[in-house]
């Protein structure tokens, strides 16, 4: 299958790196073409990788996935252009965190609502699924670096959307994966990420997740 990875950072890198390891062609996508970071990721992983810029990379993906930073999401998906996200899978992995304070905020919390109804709405053709936002980037296609079994969270509205996402994932490695129904339920999952912050800090790490237990 072939994705596209918007962003070129840690996350960006991770995600596209496990697709690669798993047999799909992955292209990066950043700003620029020549994006060195990009360039040098696809350089690194063979023949299966490429590197071109937002609107390259959603164009050739048949799902996309963002791993840019939530406070730019927005300006690098319409970079990425609304005819190339169209009727395809957009998995959201953003957070819309905000250190300008110094103690991390939500940006989105002003409103009261998420990142990743702020882009189904803007693009309402995408068929956003929120996932893997409340792991950290080395954790999120290999769960095994937890020890013992943990869940995973997943939103949004549209149900076959979901099911190709939950599939993926399976893929990764989670063998728990938690629907909590549609794009709203991110309101949730983004703002676990100032519990998240606080754990790693108090564990020294950040591979770390949760178990529901009930």
């Known amino acids: 299958m072939r994705?596209?990875?918007?962003?070129?950072?840690?996350?960006?890198s991770a995600v596209a790196t496990r697709l690669v390891s798993l047999g799909h062609?992955?292209?990066?996508?950043a700003r620029e073409a020549a994006n060195p970071k990009a360039r040098d990721w696809a350089a690194a992983q063979g023949a299966r990788a490429s590197a071109g810029t937002f609107a390259d990379?959603?164009?050739?993906?048949?799902?996309?996935?963002?791993?840019?930073?939530?406070?730019?999401s927005l300006d690098a998906l319409h970079a990425a252009g609304a005819q190339n996200?169209?009727?395809?899978?957009?998995?959201?992995?953003?957070?819309?965190?905000?250190?300008?304070?110094?103690?991390?905020?939500?940006?989105?919390?002003?409103?009261?609502?998420?990142?990743?109804?702020?882009?189904?709405?803007a693009f309402p053709g995408a068929r956003v699924v929120?996932?893997?936002?409340?792991?950290?980037?080395?954790?999120?296609?290999?769960?095994?670096?937890?020890?013992g079994d943990s869940d995973l969270f997943?939103?949004?509205?549209?149900?076959?959307?979901?099911?190709?996402?939950?599939?993926?994932?399976e893929e990764f490695g989670w063998k728990s994966v938690l629907d909590?129904?549609?794009?709203?339920?991110?309101?949730?999952?983004?703002?676990?990420?100032?519990?998240?912050?606080?754990?790693?800090g108090t564990l020294k790490t950040a591979n770390l997740n949760v178990r529901v237990v009930h």
Not at 58 to 70: L, P, R, W
Not at 154 to 169: E, P, S, Y
């Open 3 to 12: 994705f596209g990875v918007l962003g070129t950072g840690t996350v960006g």
């Open 25 to 29: 062609e992955v292209r990066m996508g």
């Open 57 to 72: 990379a959603a164009a050739f993906g048949e799902i996309v996935f963002n791993c840019t930073m939530g406070t730019a």
């Open 85 to 121: 996200l169209g009727g395809k899978v957009l998995v959201d992995v953003a957070n819309p965190l905000d250190f300008s304070g110094g103690t991390p905020t939500l940006s989105t919390a002003a409103a009261g609502d998420s990142l990743a109804e702020r882009i189904q709405k």
């Open 130 to 147: 929120k996932a893997l936002n409340t792991v950290t980037a080395a954790v999120m296609g290999h769960p095994e670096k937890v020890p």
């Open 154 to 169: 997943i939103a949004g509205n549209d149900a076959d959307a979901k099911r190709r996402v939950t599939a993926l994932l």
């Open 180 to 200: 909590l129904g549609d794009v709203t339920a991110a309101r949730g999952t983004e703002a676990y990420l100032l519990l998240w912050l606080r754990l790693a």
